[in-house]
T-cell receptor, first 114, second 115 residues
Framework: AQSVTQLGSHVSVSEGALVLLRCNYSSSVPPYLFWYVQYPNQGLQLLLK??????LVKGINGFEAEFKKSETSFHLTKPSAHMSDAAEYFC????????????FGKGTHLIIQP | EAGVAQSPRYKIIEKRQSVAFWCNPI?????LYWYQQILGQGPKLLIQ????????DSQLPKDRFSAERLKGVDSTLKIQPAKLEDSAVYLCASSLDRGLAETQYFGPGTRLLVL
């Protein structure tokens, strides 16, 4: 079965600094990987997804993620944090041979300090 | 384009009572999902529908949870009887079709508190 581990339940960065949110996956078959963002009292919104095309994936709001098979990682980055980026971020995986439903990590709460 | 709609947004009940949640997916979306998100955790898939048929319900506690998607559009998730550990946010999502790379669009969720 597939799984996702997000390192760090809370990450704090200063406004304008680099954002790095870590995600490692476990899967015996090639995975599809997703990053979702959740603002308070709202549903999840897709930031970006990896579907075996380019390993560097660009998403909305200036976020990007790089798929590294050798490291089984799919870390999310943004060069310069903005106050509006404060939210909960979830990494998720789906794999061939399983159902289409996503398996999510526990989430990382991103805090932006002024 | 209207998003995924859910109601109610909040619900408080006592244990052993029953409760139902409603979801209206994005128009034209054939696939519908229900997820349970317990505080401090990521969402967990409960059930997936393709049109009005069940694709996967392997993680649905069938002794107390039930779901249906009549006519392949709206869906209802029911809990009967509720337990304290059912306190969570119940998220509905929809996608245009089945597929591992399909984007799932989420509703705002229903926050359930069982006392």
């Amino acid at each position: 079965a597939q799984s996702v581990t997000q390192l760090g339940s809370h990450v704090s960065v200063s406004e304008g600094a680099l954002v790095l949110l870590r995600c490692n996956y476990s899967s015996s078959v090639p995975p599809y990987l997703f990053w979702y963002v959740q603002y308070p009292n709202q549903g999840l919104q897709l930031l970006l997804k990896y579907t075996s095309a380019a390993t560097l994936v660009k998403g909305i709001n200036g976020f990007e993620a790089e798929f590294k098979k050798s490291e089984t990682s799919f870390h999310l980055t943004k060069p310069s944090a903005h106050m509006s980026d404060a939210a909960e971020y979830f990494c998720a995986v789906s794999v061939q041979g399983g159902a289409d439903g996503l398996t999510f990590g526990k989430g990382t709460h991103l805090i932006i300090q002024p | 384009e209207a998003g995924v709609a859910q109601s109610p947004r909040y619900k408080i009940i006592e244990k052993r009572q029953s409760v139902a949640f409603w979801c209206n997916p994005i128009s034209g979306h054939a696939t519908l999902y229900w997820y349970q998100q317990i505080l401090g955790q990521g969402p967990k898939l409960l059930i997936q529908f393709q049109n009005n048929g069940v694709v996967d319900d392997s993680q649905l506690p069938k002794d107390r949870f039930s779901a249906e998607r009549l006519k392949g559009v709206d869906s209802t998730l029911k809990i009967q009887p509720a337990k304290l550990e059912d306190s969570a946010v119940y998220l509905c999502a929809s996608s245009l079709d089945r597929g591992l790379a399909e984007t799932q669009y989420f509703g705002p969720g229903t926050r359930l508190l069982v006392l």
